[in-house]
């Protein structure tokens, strides 16, 4: 059995995805630890628990932290390896209707070939957009076009991982069959990034405002206003409101990370059809 070089492709298109996010949310999670040791130390008490925040929380920090540039990486390298991934998956998919009537082949082929390759990169642009948008339109002096931007770009870049995924799922079906493994996989991931949209869209705008309460408390802190405008109760719920938004976005883009990296399947599978890839 023939090992294609081009499968570590729709793997390292994976590997990018979640590594951006991860590792954008990993180093907001050791600088927030880094900054609460230096305040207790300075405030003569224990440092208090941190928590991971939302991935639009920690992408739309606009300062010089590199975190957000992370993401910017990984969702680059994303569209261009997840779209070389869709052309190698569409190229399976003609050999495996090789056979077939040429206008069926080509009516099989065509449509979901181009979507394979589009949806990625679609996918790769938003969480790009995500990150530059709060720059180009920051909330002070564009709230309302900086708002309707971020959530337009995070609707894009969440409905368009669950279509590619579907679409990868369809594909599968097509060439491996309704009971392959890979199929089945791709299927449980699917379903993963399907509670995760339908928990986010229920619960993002509640956890939005109240993270701009958060946001509003902060400074009211760091201005000296009166010690802040929430109690130590209110801010610890507002951030395990944040952290569960925040795995819920991680276990989308950890979902569709893995149902492109399962893309390796097909393009071996090309490699010991006709020995190109």
């Not at 990169?121 to 076009?145: E, W």
């Not at 509670?195 to 939005?208: A, D, E, K, T």
């Amino acid at each position: 059995m023939t090992i294609s070089p081009f499968i570590s492709i729709p793997i390292l298109a994976g590997i990018a995805l979640c590594s951006g996010g991860l590792g954008a949310v990993l180093l907001d999670l050791l600088e927030q630890r880094r900054n609460e040791r230096i305040l207790s130390e300075q405030q003569n008490r224990a440092p208090n628990t941190v928590l991971i925040r939302m991935l639009s929380y920690v992408t739309g920090d606009p300062t010089t932290s590199c975190k957000a540039y992370i993401f910017i990486i990984g969702c680059f390298l994303y569209a261009v390896l997840g779209g070389f991934t869709g052309y190698l998956q569409s190229e399976a998919l003609v050999d495996n209707y090789y056979n077939e009537d040429e206008e069926i082949m080509k009516s099989k082929t065509n449509t979901k070939g181009v979507q394979l390759v589009v949806y990625p990169i679609i996918i790769g642009l938003s969480g790009m957009l995500l990150v530059l948008g709060v720059r180009l339109l920051p909330y002070d002096k564009y709230p309302r076009a900086g708002i309707a931007t971020h959530v337009i770009v995070a609707g894009l870049l969440q409905m368009f991982s669950i279509i590619y995924s579907f679409t990868a799922v369809g594909l599968a079906i097509d060439i491996f069959g309704e009971a392959s493994t890979i199929t089945t996989v791709r299927k449980v991931f699917t379903y993963i990034s399907v509670i995760g949209l339908v928990l986010s869209f229920l619960l993002g705008g509640y956890v939005m405002g109240k993270s701009a309460q958060l946001t509003q408390h902060e400074k009211a802190i760091q201005s000296n206003a009166n010690g802040g405008t929430l109690t130590s109760k209110q801010v610890w719920s507002i951030k395990c409101w944040m952290a569960g938004l925040g795995l819920i976005q991680m276990s989308i883009g950890i979902s569709t990370g893995v149902v492109t990296a399962s893309g390796a399947a097909e393009i071996n599978l090309l490699a010991n059809i006709d020995g190109i890839y």
